[in-house]
Every structure is written in structure tokens, then in C-alpha cells.
């Protein structure tokens, strides 16, 4: 069964500070991998898609990808209160490129 | 109006009775999912589908049906409810572009409550 693992936080920044969150993946040979932002009682909602190693930046959002050490992480800048939220990495499962697993998901507060 | 709706949003039911939940979607994907939530186990896949002649299990299939009356309609059923089957229930739908999985984009969910 392929993994992916997160940090379930809770995790604590005050605003303007950046908030740094991260995932590991079992797949070795996965190559798409999300980030998505969940509201308590929403639907997920996608932040980042990134699909090469290196970094990928939009506005104040930054995903990083490291497919030799099976890890992708997102770097949220200048953190606004409106950013609390659990945010949940996928990773496709490369023997089906229809399915993607998802990340128990980490929990991030920003604190005014 | 939203592309991907679902039915009902909040729905009680007794253990044992059989019920069902629908999705439909405006965006024209063929791929659709139907995932559970539950508190700090993240999205499990119960059942998803490429396209209305193609049905897959997903991790979690025991005990729930599925049917994909179109391309835009998505149906899962609990054949028997049981309470260890209370979750919050979502619906999405995808597109594969050269090869490539693309996003996938969630209905608002169904709240149930298996009494």
C-alpha cells in the first residue's frame, strides 16, 4: 500500500511569519504531486500542482519538490489568519495515473 | 452554479438501511471518485471511475455500490448502513492530459450519520 505521510500538526505561526509544511511519499516513481487547502467543513481546494523537481512559486505560495529523497513541501509566506486551514499533500499512485492518495493532513494556525 | 454538486448535503439514517448518495458534474471530466473522511485519516477512495463502462475499487470498498449512470452522474450506495460508515462523504472529478493527472475537483461533500 503506497503512503503518504504528513505532519499532523497542529501547526502554530504568527501572521507575517512563514509557515513551512511537509510530506513524504513511498511511490518512488510518482510523478504528480498537489497541494490542497481544506476549510473545517469544506471540499478540498487546490493550492499547488508540481510535477518536476525544484521549486514552483505562486504569489505567495511555493512548492518544493525532491523526488530523489520522496518529498514535497509547501512554504507559505507572509502567513494570514485567513491561511488556517489543513492542508492535505497527494501524490499520484504511478501504477494508475487515475488515482491519487492523499496525506492525513496537517493542521496550520495563524495567529493574528 | 457549482461544477460538481452533490446530494443530499446532511442526511440520518438508521443501521441497516440502504442509501444513497448522488453527484453530478458540469465540468465535462470523465474521471470521477467518491472518497470518505474521517476525522485525522485524511481522503480514503472508495470506488472511482474512467468513464461510464468503467468501474475500480478503491481502498475502502466493502459495504458501499456504485453506479455511473452518465458521464456527468455518479452514484454511491450503502447497501446496509452501519455506524462505522459515518463520515463525511466527497465527490470529485478529474482530467488526464498527456498522460498527466490533473487536479481533481471536489462537490461540497454529504454529512452522514449512521445511527
Known amino acids: 500500500q503506497k503512503e503518504v505521510e504528513q505532519n499532523s500538526g497542529p501547526l502554530s505561526v504568527p501572521e507575517g511569519a512563514i509557515a513551512s509544511l511537509n510530506c513524504t511519499y513511498s511511490?518512488?516513481?510518482?510523478?504528480?504531486f498537489f497541494w490542497y487547502r481544506q476549510y473545517s467543513g469544506k471540499s478540498p481546494e487546490l493550492i499547488m500542482s508540481i510535477y518536476s523537481n525544484g521549486d514552483k512559486e505562486d504569489g505567495r505560495f511555493t512548492a518544493q519538490l525532491n523526488k530523489a529523497s520522496q518529498y514535497v513541501s509547501l512554504l507559505i509566506r507572509d502567513s494570514q489568519p485567513s491561511d488556517s486551514a489543513t492542508y492535505l499533500c497527494a501524490v499520484n499512485e504511478e501504477a494508475s495515473y487515475d488515482k491519487v492518495i492523499f496525506g492525513p493532513g496537517t493542521s496550520l494556525s495563524v495567529i493574528p | 452554479d457549482a461544477d460538481v454538486t452533490q446530494t443530499p448535503r446532511n442526511r440520518i439514517t438508521k443501521t441497516g438501511k440502504r442509501i444513497m448518495l448522488e453527484c453530478s458534474q458540469t465540468k465535462g471530466h470523465d474521471r470521477m471518485y467518491w472518497y470518505r473522511q474521517d476525522p485525522g485519516l485524511g481522503l480514503r477512495l472508495i470506488y472511482y471511475s474512467f468513464d461510464v463502462k468503467d468501474i475500480n475499487k478503491g481502498e475502502i470498498s466493502d459495504g458501499y455500490s456504485v453506479s455511473r449512470q452518465a458521464q456527468a452522474k455518479f452514484s454511491l450506495s450503502l447497501e446496509s448502513a452501519i455506524p462505522n460508515q459515518t463520515a463525511l462523504y466527497f465527490c470529485?472529478?478529474?482530467?488526464?492530459?498527456?498522460?498527466?493527472?490533473?487536479?481533481?475537483?471536489f462537490g461540497p461533500g454529504t454529512r452522514l450519520l449512521v445511527l
Open positions: 470529485a472529478t478529474s482530467d488526464l492530459k498527456s498522460g498527466v493527472q490533473e487536479t481533481q475537483y
Open positions: 511511490d518512488r516513481v510518482s510523478q504528480s
